[in-house]
């Protein structure tokens, strides 16, 4: 695992989660990753010949600035969304969510990465409700609670992650297909 990632496994859990949508994956167009910290989700995303861009609350190489509540893109923009450890974070995790679907092409993919604070069986009636079809759900709690445990003897300490450790927070890898409206 890269030492400066910001959500478990680093550049190869996204790869992971790429390769989970397996066919149900774009082979290029426009992509946005949502909460991209330092921009090395844009990156791998060019090399794999998306059109990519990030979006963060910190500027950085690769990134603008912007807010994940209130997305500065048009409705049906992006063939690929892609959030990790960012839609919890945001502080409104179902409107980052609500927004992440407005921007998805009617035949987009989004893939999320990400804590979710609910039992496992309400998780997939929400994720129905964004209208999406649900091509995986992997609970990856057990990854999740290592890179913490990782992080922790690192010196790293994240008080509030910690703490929603204690909630009974779930880790799920999601992907979300957009249905062809004709």
Known sequence: MSTQARHPGGSE???????????????????????AGSGDTVRLLRRC????????LDEAEDVRKGDMLDLPYDDHSFDLVISECAMFQSGDQML????????????????IADLFPLKR???????EQTGLQILFLKDHTSFWKDYIIE????????SE??????????????????????
């Open 49 to 56: 010949g998306y059109e990519a861009e990030g979006i963060d």
């Open 121 to 127: 069986s309400e998780l997939p009636d929400i994720l």
């Open 13 to 35: 859990m996204t790869e992971y989660l790429l390769d989970l949508a397996g066919n149900h994956r774009p082979a290029g167009g426009r992509a946005v990753d949502l909460g």
């Open 151 to 158: 992080k922790l003897w690192s010196d790293e300490y994240i």
């Open 161 to 182: 992650v910690c703490r929603l450790a204690d909630q009974k927070c779930r880790y799920y890898l999601i992907g979300l297909k957009g249905l062809h409206h004709e």
């Open 96 to 111: 980052a969510l609500k927004e992440a679907v407005r921007i998805l092409k009617d035949d987009g993919l989004l893939l």
